[in-house]
Structure formats: C-alpha cells, structure tokens
C-alpha cells in the first residue's frame, strides 16, 4: 500500500524559505506526477505544483515563480520549495500522487498534511 | 486561471436522504472533474474522477454526472459516515482548481 508523509518545520520566520519533503513508501516514483496542494482558511484547497519522477515540472502562478519543487528518486521523496514566505503562506500542506492514466486523473493518495505557520 | 462555483456552501440533511452538490466551471472542461471527500483533521480521499467513475472502495451510494461546464455529485441514501465537506477538481488544464467546498451537516 503506497503512503505519504510530509516532513519538516511547522514554524517558518517571515521572508524566509518554506522546506518540506514528501516520503513515499510501499511503491515507486516513477511514472506518476506528485503533487503539493495546500489549504489555509482564506483560500480553501490551493494546487501548488507537480514534479514528474523525470524532473519535470508545472507550478501555479499564482505563487509568482516563489516554487520550486524537486524529486530524488534514490530516496524516493519530493521536495517543495517556498521562498519569501508571508502570513498568507501559513495553511496545511499536502502531497499527493497524481494518476493520469486514462480515464483515471486523480489525486489517489495524500498524505496526512502538515500545517506550516509563517510567523516571527 | 478556471473558476470554480460550488453550491451550496453548506446544507443540513438527515440519514437516509438524498443529497445533490453542483459545481459548475468557469469554461467547458469536458468530463475532466472529481470529487473528493475530506473529513475534519483529515486529508482529501477521491471519491469519484472524470465526472462519473467511482473509485476503488468508495460505496456505491456516491455517483457523478454532468459534461462541459456543469457537475452534480449525488448521495442517494446519506449515511452517518457521509457528513463531511465536499470538493470539486478540475482535471482539465493547468493551474488545477478546486472548488470552494460543501459541508454536509446533520439535520
């Protein structure tokens, strides 16, 4: 059974860098996108950004290039990157494997989310 | 970016009722749209993906229809473990959205 597990600070200064990575156990990485979704109050559930087990990557504009998300397959986890964090970065994130085998596109397995607050 | 209407925001409804969520897009996304299920504390769990298809364990009380821009999903017999918030996903094109949500609250 695949599970997910985000790990990291809970507590990020104000203008600093979010971390936080994202363990799979019990399958591979390869050939799935894998994903972090976040959720504050204010903005409900937000899709940040995939990484593909290749490298590749899509992020959402809306976080104005502040992302960058990666992939170690030797380890088999993902990375999330968050620069110049403000207030409104504080909210639970999530991984999340995407499935995009036709006519399957979902989100088939989360981790238990971890909440972030940006504060000084 | 696509924009996602969800409705109600919330509704009260009692065991054994018949519940229906719409979620309507910003453009014609096809039949590229799922509904997850999150409980309090708890991460999102797919309930249904491209508009119909019901996913592995999830009880067959749950089903999905629409195409295009509008969505419905439907409980026909709402059972205690069923109050939870509800979400729409698009699937169809990049930045993925998400609905707002529905809370689905005992009556």
């Known amino acids: 059974q695949v599970q997910l597990r985000e790990s990291g600070p809970g507590l990020v200064k104000p203008s600093e860098t979010l971390s936080l990575t994202c363990t799979v156990s019990?399958?591979?990485?390869?050939?799935?996108?894998w994903t972090w979704i976040r959720q504050s109050p204010g903005m409900g559930l937000e899709w940040i950004g995939y990484?593909?087990?290749?490298?590749?990557?899509n992020y959402n504009p809306s976080l104005n290039s502040r992302v960058t998300i990666s992939v170690d397959t030797s380890q088999n986890q993902f990375s999330l990157n968050v620069n110049s964090v403000t207030a409104a970065d504080t909210a639970v994130y999530y991984c999340?494997?995407?499935?995009?085998?036709?006519?399957?596109?979902?989100?088939?397995?989360w981790g238990p989310g971890i909440l972030v607050t940006v504060s000084s | 970016a696509i924009q996602m209407t969800q409705s109600p925001s919330s509704l009260s409804a009692s065991v054994g009722d018949r519940v229906t969520i719409t979620c309507r897009t910003s453009?014609?996304?096809?039949?590229?749209l799922g509904w997850y299920q999150q409980k309090p504390g708890k991460a999102p769990k797919i309930l249904i993906y491209?508009?119909?298809y019901l996913q592995s364990g999830v009880p067959s009380r749950f089903s999905g229809s629409g195409s295009g821009t509008d969505f419905t999903l439907t409980i026909s017999s709402l059972q205690p473990e069923d109050f939870a918030t509800y979400y729409c996903?698009?699937?169809?094109?990049?930045?993925?959205?998400f609905g707002q949500g529905t809370k689905v609250e005992i009556k």
């Open positions: 999340a494997r995407r499935v995009t085998t036709k006519p399957m596109y979902c989100f088939d397995h």
């Open positions: 019990g399958g591979s990485i390869s050939n799935y996108y």
């Open positions: 990484v593909y087990y290749t490298g590749s990557t």
């Open positions: 453009q014609d996304i096809k039949s590229d």
């Open positions: 491209t508009t119909s």
């Open positions: 996903l698009q699937d169809y094109t990049y930045p993925l959205t």
